[in-house]
């Protein structure tokens, strides 16, 4: 059925490519080293425009460049894994979606853009929020309802924010954020600071009608708002071609231009991203489809192996994974050794285990906090308790 | 927790077999032949299976309903739907993409035909996208038509209610929007027998429903239901427990503590009677107007955030009519005014793991008592 005629899709080897570099830098390279050289590298897959001429499938890159995006890209793969025991030890509850195989997304678009533009997205958000800046201890202290976390523990998995580096966080309506994210992007056109507003969302958002008002908005105030659709092929159980007629997300915004984009390839998505920001400043919105694949399931509580194989799982693993991708390019082009990197896995390894013990120890939140934020501080709005007459409290 | 609820069980079983389709548009439409049938212990069964045999049922009997929904034809987040596609066909059991307001809207115009469509949002907290097409669209289609049109087959179907660590988008309880808005009805079962014969009467009911279901009870609630094809009747509420010092109106899952309370009450000396509304709009205010005079006294109890809640309409109106017999001011043992955190859970849901939801209502029944 056409679950496997995906699944060939989905395949699509990139090994061939990663090879056909250029021009290699035979020359032995220590991390520390001259990291200023510009690298060439020619994406494995071309983008495919819509309304638009896609951008040049060479991409320029540093070697500095590259042992960043391996390194953030390690550290985002060893947060979910441990999230994912941290979960199943019980010590993370509710609702918890992993970002393991998307990292890519995360990594190149930060790479293309400043913390001055914005990025909003939807639940799906720690790796999005550690490319922002935030920091791995508070991380797993949100994961576990900490006072120490970026939310002060009252967001959780699904609602991580970090104001100082413009990121609008994690919303667990599906769709709801796009709009925001338009709503963003005016404020930036006004101020005129030359910055740009990424919404992030799924391929199983991109039915939501909200998307769609988003999208005329955008277009017809010609707001900096850069859509990106994350097309992991599956809303929760549902595969892409279940739920969308076209599932060539880049092409639905029908009057905005959009592009296709190898997501599983940081590279790509940074020349899309920077080409989406000049495009956007320049004309208004664009669409970038992302096409990326979660390996764990929808959320803890889905085993993720119901509506797709193993073996397409493994296949993209093997063939697509986006740390072993950058792993190749540093190898082939001697920038560091294996053991160079495995040492760079190890380090990331323990900083993870830093951030959890520490983690452990951030308190919970004092249950006072339980009716802070509901208003503005000080504006003496009462809130009630289970029994109306006898507890109420002035909002703190 | 599981004997508790068995015995909810205990109910005068009101049911008819269903022959023949009751037709949303037809003028009268009311479906007032429920008659009482033997009652036939059946399979001991959960919640959502309960849930799952209606909609089997309602398939079967009615060759003009549908079942749909996010993730539906694969039986459902919560396994409700199981077993359906296959049975009946992914013509009539199928999933939609993930758009609430269309699922909704779509489902209204569905029904104006005449036929019977059973919606699934998956869950309470995301209803909101649909608000408009429920509040403004399903609920005014007859009254603004003259009576030319209606979605009366319509039935929207939605896990509510706290799970423990559900968090701010899967644990709201929003049943007192739907309930301020005249034409359509808002149902709340408590068990897996009430479960089968509500929903089954719901999607036979010629007006738009909006049918909530305890999640927290899925599979926690274990009752013998019978096999057969019954229904409850809708704006008719049950006393579970009779008593005579104080009446206790509830719904839904809050059902299980205030139960629980009853019993805690009684080695107090305290005699509790204990009311399920079941249907919250439009409610039945005689039952609870007669129960409210025999004892003098009123305590509501609900999940939801107690300002606004439906608890303040119960309160308005007993105290309208039972002012003079009350002895005592009508209390509310409700949610707090706060969103949802997990990382509150024990603090919001005590009730779920301990027996604190119980002793609150408790502490307020000898509070109430002393006055
Ligand atoms: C309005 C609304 N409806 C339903 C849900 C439940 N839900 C959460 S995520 C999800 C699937 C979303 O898939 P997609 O947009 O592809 O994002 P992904 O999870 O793949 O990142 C659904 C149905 C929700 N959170 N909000
Ligand atoms: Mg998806």
């Known amino acids: 059925m056409a679950l496997t005629h995906r699944s060939s899709n989905l395949l699509r080897p990139f090994t061939t490519a990663v090879f056909s570099s250029t021009p290699s830098l035979r020359r032995p390279f220590s991390s520390s080293a ?30 500095k460049e590259l042992m960043t995006f391996f390194r953030d890209m390690a550290k985002m793969r060893r947060m979910e894994i441990a999230a994912d025991s941290l979960y199943k030890a019980k010590l993370i509850r509710g609702f918890c979606h992993l970002y393991d195989g998307q990292e890519a997304v995360a990594v190149g678009m930060e790479a293309a853009i400043t913390k001055k533009d ?80 990424f919404a992030l969302y799924g391929d199983g958002a991109a039915n ?4 769609f008002e988003a999208l005329n908005m955008a277009a017809l105030w010609d707001l900096p708002a850069i859509l990106v659709c994350e097309n992991n092929h599956y809303g929760m159980g549902t595969a892409e071609w279940r739920a969308a007629k076209s599932p060539a997300y880049y092409k639905r915004g029908d009057y905005v231009p959009g592009l296709k984009v190898d997501g599983m390839d940081a590279l790509a998505v940074k020349q899309a991203c920077k080409f989406a920001k000049e495009h956007a400043l320049k004309n208004g919105p664009i669409i970038l ?17 119901t509506y797709r194989t193993r073996d397409e799982i493994s296949g993209v693993r093997q063939e697509r994974d986006p740390v072993e991708r950058i792993r190749k390019l540093i190898l082939s082009h001697e920038l560091a050794t294996e053991k160079e990197l495995k040492d760079i896995e190890k380090e ?3 900083e993870v285990d830093e951030a959890i013990a520490q983690a452990k120890e951030s308190p919970m939140p004092d249950p006072s906090e339980l009716f802070t934020n509901v208003y503005v501080k000080g504006y003496g709005v009462e809130a009630f308790g289970a029994d109306r007459k006898e507890v109420r409290a002035v909002l703190p | 927790m599981a004997t508790s609820l068995r015995r909810f069980g205990r109910l005068a079983l009101i049911s008819r077999n269903w022959s023949g389709r009751g037709f949303s548009t037809s003028p009268s439409g009311e479906i007032n032949s429920y008659s009482n049938i033997q009652q036939s212990e059946g399979k001991s069964i959960n919640l959502f299976s309960a849930i799952n045999q209606a909609l089997h049922i309602a398939l079967e009997t009615d060759p003009r309903s549908y079942v749909f929904g996010e993730d539906v034809g694969f039986g459902g987040v919560f396994r409700c739907t199981t077993g359906l596609a296959d049975r009946f066909g992914k013509h009539r059991v199928f999933n939609t993409p993930l758009c609430e307001q269309g699922i909704v809207g779509f489902a ?29 669209e399903a609920a005014k289609f007859r009254y603004r038509s003259g009576n030319q049109f209606n979605c009366g087959g319509l039935t929207i179907r939605a896990p509510y209610g706290a799970v423990g660590h559900g968090g701010h988008y899967h644990s709201q309880s929003p049943e007192a929007f739907f309930c301020h808005v005249p034409g359509i009805k808002v149902v709340i079962p408590r068990s897996p027998r009430q479960a089968k014969g509500l929903l089954l009467s719901c999607i036979r009911d010629p007006n738009p429903v909006v049918f909530f279901e305890p999640k927290w009870l899925y599979r926690l609630a274990v009752e013998e239901v019978p096999e057969d094809d019954y229904m409850l009747p809708l704006s008719e509420s049950e006393i579970i427990q009779e008593g005579s010092d104080i009446t206790l109106v509830g719904w839904g899952a809050q059902l299980s503590i205030m139960e629980q309370a009853c019993i805690e009450a009684e080695k107090d000396g305290i ?63 409700c949610g707090l005014d706060t969103p949802l955190s997990t990382c509150f859970r024990t603090l919001l849901y005590a009730h779920q793991e301990q027996d604190i939801g119980c002793n609150q209502v408790n502490n307020k029944l000898l509070a109430i008592l002393l006055l």
């Open chain 2, 108 to 136: 209204v115009g569905l029904a104006a035909m005449g036929n019977r469509a059973i919606a699934e949002i998956q869950f309470a907290d995301y209803i909101y996208p649909a608000f408009d097409q429920i509040v403004n």
């Open chain 1, 208 to 211: 939501q009608g909200q998307l």
């Open chain 2, 271 to 333: 005699s509790c009677e204990l009311i399920d509304l079941k249907t919250l709009i439009p409610w039945d205010k005689e039952t609870v107007e007669t129960s409210v005079r025999k004892t003098g006294r009123l305590l509501i109890s609900h999940e939801a955030p107690v300002t606004g809640g439906f608890g303040a309409e119960i309160s308005a109106s007993i105290v309208e009519r039972c002012f003079l017999r009350l002895e005592a001011p009508v209390a509310r043992i």
């Open chain 1, 118 to 197: 914005c990025i909003i997205t939807a639940y799906r958000d720690h790796c999005i929020y550690l490319g922002r800046g935030g920091t791995l201890l508070e991380c797993f202290s949100e994961l576990m309802g900490r006072q120490g976390g970026c939310s002060k523990g009252k967001g959780g998995s699904m609602h991580f924010y970090k104001k100082d580096s413009g990121f609008y966080g994690g919303h667990g309506i599906v769709g709801a954020q796009v709009p925001l994210g338009c709503g963003l992007a005016f404020a930036q056109k006004y101020s005129k600071d030359e910055t740009v507003s």
């Open chain 1, 348 to 350: 990331v390894r323990k």
């Open chain 1, 289 to 305: 489809e992302m096409d990326t694949y979660r390996y764990h399931g929808h959320s803890m509580s889905d085993p993720g192996s």
């Open chain 1, 34 to 63: 001259d990291d200023t050289t510009t690298i060439t590298i020619e994406t494995s897959v071309p983008f495919t425009g819509h309304k638009c001429d896609p951008p040049s499938r060479s991409v320029e890159t540093s070697p």
